[in-house]
């Protein structure tokens, strides 16, 4: 009879290990099926809310979805979760909002270019009565919409004091800009930045703006435009850059070039990378957005949207990393 007990108990296992793979297999087609690195939170909440993040990989996107995701789970909610990257990153934000619409999710969480479509989408979802945190203040013209994220009128003023730090004892500190997004004079936020550093200049800052080119895609990137500025600026002092790539390609570019001593960088969304060049003098300081925050305070902003009254504009604190307080840094 030994034999037949181990032929049941053989057979069992088999059986055991046949099921699990197959769920497995469904559970991967399942994944698939959504693409573009998407991913379901599958957390059993009354609420289900979609997260669509065209995020160039930024520290600020990551950090920010990381907030979205843990205030899901304090909220009870299911957070459905889009990373989208170029190539044709428009047209999948688009359709992603489209699809979220459809299904009638409870709220929206969605970061895209300000393209014609993109508005028309959330404007759509909007009018269909589903509550949406826009990644992007010029987005918020509608009802049912919010923004919530860095103030960059105050962003601007911050970043004039702290080049003018960075330019030392310079009577007069020549600064370059380096803005990322849409071209200069179309993006609000970049244009809402550049008001609040040039009021802080009126101030009294001793700050001569040389320049504010853009990086509006990958083919130009921050290392061509900092080439760039070294050699039509030279006598440049500082370079002000607007997200973590762009603060470590121009820093890496000024170490290429031997510049080290004579150009400094003032960033944004610090990064433990980042230190190493604030130790040899490249960064001056950084301004931290607090993308985690931010995440997490959008996912408050649309669990409440339908109880409580609340502005449309959220800002979220920033915080300067130097030298100083580089250390205490997670």
Known sequence: MKWLYKTVLILLIFAVASSAGFILYLFDKINSA???????????????????LNSGDEKYWQDFK?????????????????LISEPESNIKTVEYIN?????????????????????DAILAA???????????????????LYYVGTNYYAYGQQAARLIARAG???????????????ESGTDAQSNNMLNGLKKEIEGGKQINVLCTPSRTNALLGAEDLTKSILYEYPDVDVIFCMNDKDTMAAAKEIVRRARVGEVVIVG???????????????????????????????????????????????????????????DEQN
């Open 34 to 52: 959504y693409g573009d690195k998407a991913a379901y939170d599958l957390g059993r909440g009354f609420k289900h809310f979609s997260l669509i």
């Open 66 to 82: 990381e907030g979205v995701i843990e205030a899901g789970k304090a909220y009870n909610t299911a957070i459905e979760v889009h």
């Open 99 to 119: 699809i979220a619409n459809k299904s009638k999710v409870d709220g929206i969480i969605v970061n895209g270019d300000n393209t014609p479509e993109y508005l």
């Open 126 to 144: 909007a009018k269909g009565g589903i509550n949406i945190v826009v990644g992007h203040v010029e987005s918020v013209d509608s009802s049912g």
């Open 168 to 182: 030392g004892d310079k009577k007069q500190v020549n600064a370059a800009v380096i803005l990322s997004g849409q």
């Open 268 to 326: 944004t969304d610090y990064t433990e990378e980042m230190k190493y060049y604030m130790d040899i003098g490249v960064i001056y300081g950084v301004i931290d957005r607090n993308g985690y925050s931010a995440g997490r305070k959008s996912v408050e902003v649309l669990s409440n949207a339908a109880n409580t009254f609340q502005t449309d504009c959220v800002y979220i604190e920033t915080e300067i990393v130097t030298t100083i307080n580089a």
